[in-house]
């Protein structure tokens, strides 16, 4: 007994153990074993197809994994709909495509998930919103639609609904894969400043430099397999696998 | 500009201004608009030329020779027996018949109010800030004194059966309590058609294959003829309340595959979003899916409410006097014979009335939902 509530205390946040996901005939994830302790920052990266969004979408089973066993914040993913709805709860997902719902203004994006899903009192949801807004710097744009947004006010207004539910895990899916050049630093700025504060993060991203300054640990994953996994010094400086430094000189490139 | 200049070290082309066509003032609207290219200005001619032939007469008809007031349908007519212009004393004399039929002459003020109720309760909901708990018990309350006043029975009302009820009150109560009850059925119809669940999934699908191959007509009757030979004896629903029931489940049929297609056309994003936020099934489709869903099919959704709203013209053949069955029972009357055309007419004016105003409505609410929509 008290060796589990060691472990809840500093064990993984996430574990996933001997994870296997198909669609269909096609083996997307090849025995996964992943985890990330308490305020660790992740960043997964790997050619496209390599399974890396399956993986991350597995941890708040937008996908459903067949195989193996995944505990997020002690309780584990099964097909009990209460427990993904309690997971759900304390991971924070950010989407490419920023995924906002465009028939409700910004601050009503940000209060909905508080006053629905934790019950907050509006007025309390509506201080708590203003005040994530202010953090990604767009407080002025509370009352607009996210569809008078550029893509990059878009993604942070997604990253401050996500952060208004106060999640411990925050998960990145390629946030900024969608925008224009311009507008990546505006976004990456603000997962900086959310790393800074200690959120455990795990991120899908090709912006390397991004990940050169949060990560504590870099993946590599292709084929539907963890390839590497290491510190970033390491992990750029001297790649152990062959398919690592083929993908890396090849992202690295220009 | 100045600026960029500068910084380029030369000029901006500027482009160059094209004269513009006149656009402006009558002329240039007619120009624009009638005779923009040949075709256009005989297409142009043509209409001018139908509009000459049909407009006169139909107004020496309506207005001029119209009479207003005669005592009987003689009156009416010419000394060659030929009518000259519209009867509209014949609506006159009728107009109490036609818009209440057998109701109880001397309580006809009941119905009169349950319809001033209704038109009420029809412009508070367009308002959308009523829209909210305060409007759902506003219904509720009318709908309360609208049964009261047809039924009666108590407050002093003298009881009035339902097989008296007719005329617009009866197509109103039909028509309003029909969407009322039928829209919410149709969303969760729609929503069990699109069900993970493979049994209700059947259900819905079935249910709604089955009265779409239906003619109303056929519901109608099934509702009011066979439906008594099931029961046990004894037990017997009142013949309104079963065509009520009956037309509700109808439409609720059309209504579930027009919310459908507004369902099936949110990306899948928004439900990733939500189920991400945690929300759950309900709140997801409650507060995100079917806003975006309906606010989408507005124009198919009063297409079928329109439709609905004329379909309540059906149940006279299953013996209710529906507005349209009361101006067929007053052509019957032996002192006005033979004036269709007016109490057509004058009917058809009432259901334009009202199917214009909800499609006006629709088009006010699509332009609101557009544009918080976009910029």
Known sequence: MAESNASDADGPIIAMRHVHKWFGDFHVLKDINLEVGKGERVVVCGPSGSGKSTMIRCVNRLEEHQQGQIIVAGIELTADLKNVEAIRREVGMVFQQFNLFPHLTVLENLTLAPIWVRKMPKRDADELARLYLERVRIPEQADKYPGQLSGGQQQRVAIARSLCMKPEIMLFDEPTSALDPEMIKEVLDVMIELAEEGMTMVCVTHEMGFARTVADTMVFMDQGEIVERAPPAEFFANPKSERTRLFLSQILAH | ?375
């Not at chain 2, 500009?1 to 201004?17: F, K, Q, T």
């Not at chain 2, 142009?44 to 001029?64: D, E, N, Y």
């Not at chain 2, 000394?79 to 818009?99: M, P, S, Y």
């Not at chain 2, 506003?138 to 009881?159: H, N, Q």
């Open chain 2, 1 to 375: 500009m100045a600026d960029i200049e500068h910084e380029l070290g030369r000029e901006l082309p500027v482009p160059a201004a094209r004269p513009r066509p006149r656009t402006h003032g009558p002329i240039g609207w007619l120009r624009a608009n009638l005779f923009s290219s040949l075709f256009n200005t005989f297409l142009t001619l043509i209409a001018l030329c139908l509009l000459a032939v049909t407009i006169p007469p139909i107004i020496r008809w309506g207005l001029v020779d119209a009479v207003w007031s005669a005592p009987d349908g003689l009156a009416c007519r010419g000394a060659d027996g030929q009518e000259a212009g519209a009867c509209w004393a014949f609506v006159g004399d009728k107009l109490r018949f036609i818009l209440f039929g057998r109701f109880p002459y001397d309580e006809q003020w009941r119905p009169l109010l349950v319809v001033a109720i209704f038109v009420g309760l029809i412009v508070a909901s367009c308002d959308r800030r009523l829209w909210g708990r305060r409007l759902v018990g506003l219904w509720l309350a009318g709908f309360v004194a609208v049964g009261v006043l047809m039924w009666g029975g108590v407050l002093g009302l003298t009881y009035v059966d339902t097989s008296l009820w007719s005329g617009l009150p009866l197509t109103l109560i039909l028509a309003v309590v029909g969407m009322l009850f039928a829209f919410p059925l149709g969303i969760l119809l729609a929503l069990g058609r699109r069900s993970e669940l493979p049994a209700v999934r059947a259900v819905c699908v079935a249910y709604i294959e089955l009265v779409r191959g239906v003619p109303l007509i056929t519901v109608l009757f099934m509702a009011s003829v066979m439906l008594p030979l099931f029961l046990p004896s004894g037990l017997t629903i009142d013949k309104l309340l079963r065509a009520q029931v009956a037309f509700i489940l109808f439409a609720a049929a059309y209504l579930a595959e027009v919310v459908r297609g507004g369902l099936q056309a949110i990306p899948q994003g928004q439900i990733e979003a939500a189920d991400a936020l945690g929300l759950g099934y309900w709140r997801r489709t409650r507060l995100i899916v079917l806003p975006q869903a309906l606010a989408m099919v507005i124009p198919p959704l009063v297409n079928t409410f329109i439709g609905t709203f004329k379909d309540t013209s059906l149940v006279i053949i299953i013996g209710l006097f529906d507005l349209l069955g009361t101006v067929n029972a007053a052509l019957a009357d032996a002192n006005w014979q033979g004036f269709y055309v007016e109490a057509y007419v004058f009917a058809a004016a009432i259901y334009f009335g009202f199917c214009f105003f909800m499609s006006r409505y629709s088009l006010m609410l699509e332009r609101e939902f557009n544009q918080s929509r976009q910029h």
